[in-house]
């Protein structure tokens, strides 16, 4: 199983040569998909080709659109020790977060039918934590 590396580059200095960055890390045995943000992507736009090239990926900088692929939460991302933490601390501090049997059931990568979002539950939480009737 290949090794995946996302490099996350902004619009400072270094992202001028991310492309270094992306080879060392390929030559460390990395598979690299690359992510930058809007401002970091404008630097490189007359040479983003070189970068998709380079990875062999798509570069993203912006939120996928419903139509592309992976779109909305899945059972493989959600299984990033990072996230429980994330939805724990968020819970803590009075965040309704629609996850579990409660909420937003997550799905099999590339199985969801994001038409299936259990908005009524959405908007019941919503009530509940505003402190009206649901």
């Known amino acids: 199983m290949a090794r995946v590396l996302y490099l996350i580059a902004c619009a400072a ?11 060392a890390a390929q030559a460390d045995g990395w598979d ?11 630097w490189w736009e007359p040479q983003m080709q070189e970068l998709v090239d380079l990875t062999g990926h798509p570069v993203r900088s ?13 059972q493989a991302q959600g299984a990033q020790p990072a996230v ?7 819970r803590e501090q009075g965040v309704l977060v ?8 997550s799905h099999p990568p590339k199985q969801g ?6 908005w009524v539950r ?3 939480g919503v009530r509940r934590l505003a402190g009206l009737r649901p």
């Open 13 to 23: 200095g270094p992202t001028q040569y991310v492309d270094d960055g992306v080879r």
């Open 32 to 42: 690299v998909c690359l992510l930058l943000t809007p401002s970091a992507a404008t």
């Open 62 to 74: 912006r939120y996928k659109l419903p139509w592309e692929k992976d779109a909305f939460f899945n």
């Open 84 to 90: 429980a933490r994330s939805i724990l601390a968020l």
């Open 98 to 105: 629609l996850d579990g049997p409660d909420g937003y059931e």
């Open 113 to 118: 039918d994001p038409k299936a979002f259990p």
């Open 122 to 124: 959405a908007l019941t």
